[in-house]
């Protein structure tokens, strides 16, 4: 019988928490404790959430743990690295909320780090790790059911909700700008999708045009790509209208030689109920699909790396491309919005 991975859980600043330890339980891995600093407004739905998982009096505890595999890293933006750094050091793998690292120095001191210890360390872009229709479009292309892919248009609208907002959501040396923190899921999937593997920002922009009052926010941010394979085109803001029935219209649209896919991830406003469409069309079909069903192989993979020591769920130089680009785009924009 396969050993079950067992993992804890670091810093519970942000509700994204909630989907990465929910989707590892469900791959059949073991909760083993948690720990935070003070007490965050998430740890009260958390401990609702997963009230049998032990709080530890400290990190230092759960790392010197010789039993745990893996540490889930959900704490402050600009903290995440080196809470990482540190649970590689203590011979554990990493899954990191996104994004992993805030600055271009943490990033050379976690790809130093994974080159030392020989660790995991791997970044949960939920949008297309926790969004079965990604699954399922993943599949699609695979089969070439739209020739080559040549082009993404990743579209990541989010709900403000200032009234649950911790400080540092507001604060630009801790969330990292926008374009690190949301555009790192659309990065992602253009280099996934396209199959790019080296990439130049062509555009980015950032700004602030709804939210004076917090001039450390910036609610929308824009990059253009172009990569070895294929172009890109992404949007971010934090402007989803309250109407909404949930925090974002999150879209992408996979252009191929023969076809095209467009997925309805989180609403199909006025066409249909639930989440997870898929619009295919190319020279024999032109269907609408519930792509709800297609899985979450993300978090089985991620288990089974650990076990093997093996790169399936997805390759750790990606993930420095994707956290190195998001940060060139974030840097890019800013210098020239001064």
């Known amino acids: 019988m396969t050993k079950a991975i067992k993992f804890v859980a670091l810093g519970i600043e942000h509700r994204h928490i909630f989907g990465m330890a929910q989707n590892l339980l469900d791959a059949g891995a073991e909760f083993g404790g948690w720990w935070t600093e003070g007490e965050p407004d998430v740890v009260e739905g958390f401990v609702k959430r997963f009230p049998d998982v032990p709080r530890a009096a400290s990190k230092e505890a759960l790392l ?155 609610d929308f941010g824009e990059v253009v790509l172009r990569g070895d394979k294929g172009h890109g085109y992404i949007r971010v803001d934090w402007y989803t209208p309250d109407a909404l029935p949930t925090w974002g219209d999150g879209r992408l649209t996979i252009l191929g030689t023969e076809g095209y896919i467009e997925l309805r991830k989180y609403v199909d406003v006025g066409n249909s109920e639930g989440t997870d469409r898929l619009v295919l069309v190319n020279g024999d079909r032109c269907e609408y699909i519930d792509a709800s069903g297609a899985g979450l192989p993300y978090f089985g993979l991620v288990c089974d790396d650990i076990r093997n020591r093996t790169e399936t769920a997805m390759t750790q130089e990606h993930v420095f491309k994707v956290c190195d680009l998001s940060l060139q785009a974030q840097a890019k924009a800013e210098g020239a919005s001064k």
């Open 64 to 218: 010197a743990d010789g039993s745990i595999d893996l540490v889930v890293i959900a704490d402050i933006p600009s903290k995440r690295a080196d809470l990482a750094i540190a649970a590689m050091e203590a011979g554990k793998d990493v899954m990191s909320d996104k994004p992993g690292c805030t600055t271009f120095e943490q990033l050379d001191r976690l790809r130093q780090t994974v080159a030392k210890t020989k660790r995991i360390w791997t970044v949960d872009f939920s949008e297309r790790f926790e969004v079965p229709s990604v699954t399922k479009a993943a599949e699609l292309v695979a089969q070439g059911a739209i020739g080559r892919v040549i082009q993404t248009v990743g579209l990541g609208p989010h709900r403000l909700n200032r009234q649950i907002r911790p400080t540092w959501f507001f604060e630009r040396e801790a969330y990292g700008g926008i374009l690190t923190d949301i555009a790192s899921h659309q990065i992602d999937q253009f280099m996934f999708f396209t199959g790019s593997t080296e990439v130049e920002i062509v555009s980015a922009t950032v700004a602030n045009y709804a939210n004076p009052g917090d001039p450390g926010l910036q």
